[in-house]
């Protein structure tokens, strides 16, 4: 007869076995950010989290099956027990500077198996960050299950349905287990919406508008501006949905935000900047903006009110600062502190406009004016992208004829036939010998419009003569205007030729700069902002929309979109808008928005042969191309093992349907649109995609800097016209001509707004994510991660490469007269203003 004592332990250890089964536990690891670390160090939300601790409310997980069903829950999956994040206020463990991590411990039961999603409910009163989720000793689990979420999770009561993250598994539509299918199918239409109301920050909707926010008719006049998209006459790629109200003025208009509240522009939550990105940038909108900056600015320096006096005093920007003007100070103080305007202006109040030296005059503050360097800044400048090939001679207009009359170039074999090295037209057409960077036909449309204000510019047509060494030389520079009795007479041209003879070496320079004033406005309006950002935003909408987070594709594309809908829609509030930054400082003004140098060869390395072998942009950027078309090609080979597999992917169908009848929608009728049919299309689409948001748009941003902060060498604006002779313009060409260059290109405020614009642009901050890398544990499939290591092998090796070919002395383009080295497709970079580096995306 067992003794009560025995009984006692014998219940006791059968209770603990049972209990041990009934009560298994697996922990996790939390990873968050807090509101109260971020940049305004929000102390009331960190005692309100206090309070919600004390009542009980807390943040609770709860695990979702991925193996099995629940016919009692609406979406069809298996539901573990809520758990709690535990130590709420208490937990000190950092993982980096702002990072938290918190421990949860959920209550294991055998019927949801391996979890392939959660739900997490936040009864707090402040928002968080939440990075990751990691579980640890999952039974049927091959290792640790990882929850990478990177998104904000406002208070429950912002959303009328469950905050859901899924694994770092990866899911084809058919292939996604059937408990996880109404949860993915519900989150895709969470992000799209009900196209209703005006959105507010928790929200997550990702929906299209037309650039219709650009003006602001409540103002007046002056601000009204064009539509842009849903037209024939202005297509345009869609951008964000904000919905705010419509003006009073117009109602087919979108009301504007304040400048002080204009950081606050709606766009999804988790697609806004970080706080150092957001810092940063609210520096640059106090610096940098029109409305603050240019009325205190006006006739405040030097003899000669709006303008430089000498070379020198250009220089001084750098050297010594400029001048802070009277009373300046104390209306910045009224838009930030101090501390904020001592790191903007780098100054104890006394020489406020202090700018780095640009690199195009760190070793020569001259060699920027030689032929040699404007002609090779056009394949490894800022704007290497529009140089081409000349076909034919003289170079002809694509413009209307019955709209526009005779637009033809007046460039004879006369005006360059004894600088051709020997060779007639012919031959050196015939030997792809003749270049030319033309900028007749995009700006002749607008020139009656852009020279009835304080602009006086042309259209211009540049032409090169490749020679010996492989260097371009420029051939002759015409320029164009509107006939004066009307478009429909033609355009009258001028024809200018180098010359080192006095007054008519002065006007080559001025017709240089004439030309390099329409580089600069194509560069920053086309190149830049409608060729990068404009045309990726709806990608980075339609991803969200049609393409699950758990994807292949949009795993894939996802780092490539980091912050882009952020900085478009603040360049909407402060850069392209009526009256905005880019329309004070670059020439075609109010009218600013509405604006071949390979061969095929199945020999060369890449399918294509450079017509000219030391073209530093070209060169460098088909090795780049050609390292994301590999790493594509094998992260898509493996979802995608037939055409068919393409073709039956419902989100990846209804994801370029979109793209095609929505994003991009007033090019849908476009012949080249490929089919989203084939594996081939797919990874040539998704190589295009990346190659647009890392590599092109490195190439046209982060050299702005470096070569434009030198304003002369890349001037923006030109006020007046080509000195005629017998007039005092061109009297003071003999005898001033550093004087009456700089009275015809920008003038002094409008390049201190200019420099310091592109100065932000330029730079990369410390947060940056370059090409090549990306979060750990972004899936958890081997050979894509593997593919990725060697895509970041391949980028360090043409890195190397890079630095090998800025060595070699026979490639002259690589460095120049001003012996500044082509780094801007260098993949990796440090902070600040370094002339090289990819990031992923368009963060800047």
């Not at 957001?278 to 303008?307: C, D, H, R, W």
């Not at 406020?352 to 690199?359: E, I, V, W």
């Not at 004439?514 to 709806?538: C, F, K, M, R």
């Not at 912050?563 to 402060?574: F, G, P």
Request: one cysteine or more; proline letters at 6%.
């Amino acid at each position: 007869m067992m003794s009560w004592l025995g009984k006692l332990l014998n219940a006791l250890c059968g209770g603990k076995e049972n209990n041990e089964k009934m009560k298994k536990e697996i922990k996790g690891t939390v990873v968050l950010m807090k509101k109260n670390v971020l940049e305004f160090n929000d102390f009331l939300a960190s005692i309100a989290d206090g309070l919600h601790e004390l009542r009980g409310n807390r943040v609770t997980l709860q695990l979702i099956s991925s193996v099995n069903g629940d016919s009692e829950n609406t979406y069809g999956a298996k539901l573990g027990k809520p758990a709690n994040l535990e130590n709420w206020i208490t937990t000190l463990t950092f993982v980096k500077a702002g990072d938290k991590e918190y421990k949860v411990t959920f209550e294991w039961d055998e019927d949801v198996g391996v979890p392939g999603a959660f739900i997490i409910k936040n009864n707090r009163g402040n928002e968080f960050f939440l990075k990751t989720l990691t579980l640890d000793h999952v039974p049927g689990a091959q290792g640790p299950v990882h929850f990478v979420c990177n998104s904000w999770v406002y208070p429950s009561d912002k959303y009328n349905y469950d905050r859901v993250f899924f694994s770092n598994k990866t899911y084809l539509p058919s292939e996604t287990p059937e408990p996880l299918r109404k949860y993915r199918e519900q989150e895709l239409m969470n992000l799209r919406g009900d196209g209703e109301g005006e959105l507010q920050e928790w929200d997550r909707v990702y929906d299209y508008a037309h650039y219709n926010d650009l003006g602001d008719p409540d103002y007046g006049q002056q601000y009204v501006r064009q539509t842009l998209g849903g037209s024939s006459d202005f297509p345009y790629p869609r951008r964000g949905r904000t919905s705010r109200a419509p003006t009073n003025t117009d109602p087919t208009c979108e009301s504007r935000l304040s400048l002080l509240t204009s950081i606050n522009v709606y766009v999804p939550r988790d697609e806004r900047f970080g706080h150092v990105k957001m810092s940063n940038f609210i520096a640059y909108v106090l610096k940098s903006s029109a409305q603050v900056i240019k009325p205190a600015l006006n006739s405040k320096f030097g003899k000669t009110p709006g303008e430089f006096d000498s070379f020198q005093d250009v220089l001084n920007m750098y050297e010594g600062g400029l001048p802070m003007p009277s009373g300046l100070m104390e209306v910045m103080r009224k838009f930030a502190p101090f501390e904020m305007l001592k790191e903007m202006f780098r100054t104890d109040g006394e020489r406020a406009f202090r700018f780095p030296m640009p690199h195009v005059i760190k070793a020569d503050s001259s060699a920027w004016r030689t032929d040699e360097e404007f002609a090779r800044e056009m394949l490894a400048g800022v704007n290497p992208l529009i140089i081409r090939l000349l076909r034919e001679f003289p170079p002809a207009s694509k413009l209307d004829p019955k709209v526009y009359g005779d637009q033809n170039s007046k460039i004879t074999e006369a005006h360059i036939k004894n600088n051709l090295d020997g060779l007639c037209v012919s031959e050196a057409l015939k030997s792809n010998r003749l270049f030319i960077l033309d900028h007749h036909d995009t700006f002749i449309p607008y020139l009656r419009r852009i020279n009835t204000t304080a602009t006086k510019t042309y259209a211009s047509r540049t032409l090169l003569f490749l020679k010996n060494d492989g260097t371009l030389k420029p051939l002759a520079i015409e320029l164009s205007l509107p006939h004066p009795d009307g478009d429909q007479y033609g355009a009258v041209s001028k024809v200018y030729t180098p010359t080192e003879e006095d007054v008519k070496s002065t006007i080559w320079e001025l017709a240089k700069a004439y030309a390099a004033v329409n580089d600069s406005g194509y560069h920053q309006l086309i190149s830049h902002w409608l060729n990068t950002h404009a045309v990726i935003e709806p990608f980075v909408i339609a991803t969200n929309r049609q393409l699950s987070a758990v994807h292949p594709i949009h795993k894939l594309l996802e780092p490539h979109f980091r912050d882009t809908m952020n900085i478009n829609a603040l360049a909407r509030q402060t850069l392209i808008n009526g009256e905005g930054i880019l329309e004070s400082t670059v020439f075609p003004g109010k009218f600013a928005m509405e604006l071949g140098m390979a061969v095929e060869d199945p020999n060369s390395p890449h399918g294509l042969r450079l017509v000219i072998e030391d073209y530093p942009f070209a060169v460098d950027g088909l090795e780049i191309w050609s390292a994301i078309k590999t790493w594509v090609e094998e992260y898509c080979c493996f979802y995608y093992k037939s055409n068919d597999i393409v073709q039956k992917d419902t989100e990846l169908q209804a994801w370029w349907k979109e793209l095609r009848e929505l994003g991009h929608g007033d090019k849908k009728e476009e012949p080249w649109w490929p089919t989203m049919q084939t594996l081939q299309y797919l990874t040539e689409t998704c190589t295009t995609v990346i190659w647009i948001a890392s590599a092109l748009h490195a190439a046209v941003n982060f050299g702005q800097y470096p070569y434009a902060g030198y304003l002369p060498n890349r001037p923006t604006v030109s006020r007046r016209f080509m000195p005629e002779e017998d007039t005092p313009e061109y009297e003071e060409l003999k005898t001033d001509p550093d004087m009456a260059f700089l009275k015809t290109i920008t003038a002094q405020v409008q390049t201190l707004l200019g420099v310091s614009l592109i100065e932000i642009l330029s730079r990369h901050t410390s947060d940056e994510v370059y090409l090549g890398q990306r979060d750990s544990e972004w899936t958890a499939d081997v050979e894509p991660i593997k593919a990725f290591e060697r895509f970041g092998e391949r980028l360090a090796q043409i890195e190397k490469n890079i630095m090998s070919r800025n060595d070699d002395k026979k490639l002259k383009n690589r460095v120049g007269p001003v012996k500044f080295p082509y780094t801007l497709l260098c993949p990796s970079s440090e902070e600040g203003l370094t002339a090289k580096g990819i990031p992923n995306s368009i963060s800047i």
